[in-house]
Nanobody, 118 residues
Framework: QVQLVESGGGLVQPGGSLRLSCAAS????????IDWYRQAPGKERELVAA???????DYIDSVKGRFTVIRDNGKNTAYLQMNNLRPADTAVYYC????????????WGQGTQVTVSS
């Protein structure tokens, strides 16, 4: 059974930091890319950051320089380090594991709420 379990969300003041974790089980983690999405109320889900199976990161412009995505294949876990958070970053964050050569094989976590507010 495949499971992706996210953790690390919470309430933080503007300018603060959070680190989200995405722990996977039931898959061969090192052949999956990990995509991080977010969905704010009333908005569509958007891809925020990704890390390939080989470890190459990518980011949307609005988070470049503030967010860092890394993976620890030994722990079957990916992380999204979020610094200098803004109210516009408030959303439910999801991780999505995507097979490196079969994108139809993908799995979602349950989501974790991030709220940036003073």
């Amino acid at each position: 059974q495949v499971q992706l379990v996210e953790s690390g969300g919470g309430l933080v003041q503007p300018g603060g930091s959070l680190r989200l974790s995405c722990a996977a089980s039931g898959i061969t983690f090192n052949i999956y890319a990990i995509d991080w999405y977010r969905q704010a109320p009333g908005k569509e889900r958007e891809l925020v950051a990704a890390i390939s199976a080989g470890g190459s990161p990518d980011y949307i412009d609005s988070v470049k320089g503030r967010f860092t995505v890394i993976r620890d294949n030994g722990k079957n876990t990916a992380y999204l380090q979020m610094n200098n958070l803004r109210p516009a970053d408030t959303a439910v964050y999801y991780c999505n594991a995507v097979h490196a050569w079969n994108q139809a094989a993908n799995y979602w976590g349950q989501g974790t709420q991030v709220t940036v507010s003073s």
